[in-house]
């Protein structure tokens, strides 16, 4: 500025301004899940995403479907966890290749974090991928991911009402798996109620009684998967 | 996800030159997981030391929506009473015609619009 001039009056100082945005902070997590979807497709990999809460049995589903599944099929699994690799490398001993997603502190995986992992696999090596999320029956149906297929995982453990007071996560899921059948007594949980909780919810679903540990209901499972 | 919205209005009131954020106007829907009192509560947090401090926070709810292919209905959910708890479970079946419905709404969490100061 010169000496002579005094200051420099701009006409927008001072005023307020509305300004439309309209930004949607979730649509940013669509968009990179229709991403992720649309990478997996190219390279003819299925992706299944298994929800569920704390300790149902999520990580137990997975390594019984591997079994099952390893030899007509390439997989990977990316496992989500607050943090630690523990289920990470149980999946490994499986002889799969396995991604553990540590979130630190968030209690669900995002699109984000799934496209990020998916740059640590070689797609072209793998047909199938199971992403495991954080065990949480809320806050991952906000979330999707860009699988093709998702999978809810129960247990009897949980007690009768777990369906019922979590209804919006059963709204996005293919399949529910209710597992620890073999328990369902002990805990005074009716099997039949929880299956038609699901289905008065989401008729589209189809839920499926399992037992793990036994292996009970898992082909079943693999059956509603088309696999 | 407070975090996420307080990140975009900030950069989005830097982009036009904002002294001060003077009022944020967001949406939520019905079906998302976000509370709107923990939201105001991280909003106040999170915006401390920022020019978004003491900025007024307006907080829309939109309801969930619902459309059904088959009949045409578009409205809200279908709540049915289980007799056997005695509460009403909100289902993806039309209440018109039983068929299965889509949603169409309820899902957002938008920022909507601005009010700054230059």
């Known amino acids: ?227 | 996800m407070t975090t996420q919205i307080v990140q975009s209005v900030l950069e989005e009131a830097q982009n036009h030159g904002a002294k001060r954020v003077i009022e944020v106007h967001l949406i939520l829907g019905s079906l998302t997981f976000l509370n709107p009192g923990q939201v105001r509560f991280w909003f106040k947090v999170l915006t401390k030391g920022t020019i978004m401090e003491k900025s007024r926070l307006r907080i829309k709810r939109k309801e969930g929506t619902v459309r059904c292919d088959k009949c045409g209905y578009q409205g809200n959910f279908n709540y049915k009473d289980d007799p056997l708890y005695h509460v009403p479970i909100p289902t993806l079946l039309c209440p018109r015609c039983e068929s299965m419905v889509e949603i169409i709404e309820g899902k957002e969490c938008t920022i909507k619009s601005i009010k700054m100061f230059a």
């Open chain 1, 1 to 227: 500025m010169t000496p002579n001039v005094k200051g420099i009056v701009r006409a927008e100082e001072g005023e307020i301004y509305d300004i439309e945005l309209d930004i949607n902070i979730l649509k940013a997590n669509e968009r990179l899940a229709d991403e992720n979807r649309k990478m997996l497709r190219k390279y003819g990999v299925k992706a299944i995403d298994v929800m569920g809460s704390i300790g149902s049995g999520k990580t137990s589903l997975i390594e019984r479907m591997i079994e099952i599944l390893k030899k007509r099929y390439r997989i990977a699994v990316f496992k989500g966890d607050l943090t630690t690799v523990i289920d990470a490398e149980m999946i490994a001993r499986h002889g799969v290749e396995s991604v553990a997603i540590n979130t630190g502190r968030e209690c669900h995986l995002d699109a984000n974090l799934v496209s990020k992992a998916l740059q640590r696999i070689d797609l072209g090596k793998i047909d199938l991928l199971f992403i495991e999320n954080v065990g949480n029956l809320i806050c991952p149906a906000d979330f999707p991911l860009g699988s093709e297929k998702r999978i809810v995982v129960i247990s009897v453990t949980e007690g009768p009402y777990m369906v019922i007071k979590h209804p919006f996560i059963f709204m996005d899921a293919d399949i529910v798996a209710i597992n620890k059948i073999d328990l369902a007594q002990a805990m005074g949980v009716d099997i039949e109620k929880l299956k038609h909780d699901v289905e008065s919810i989401n008729p589209k679903s189809v839920p499926v009684p399992t037992n793990c540990r036994s292996g009970e209901g898992v082909s079943e499972v693999i059956e509603a998967l088309n696999l």
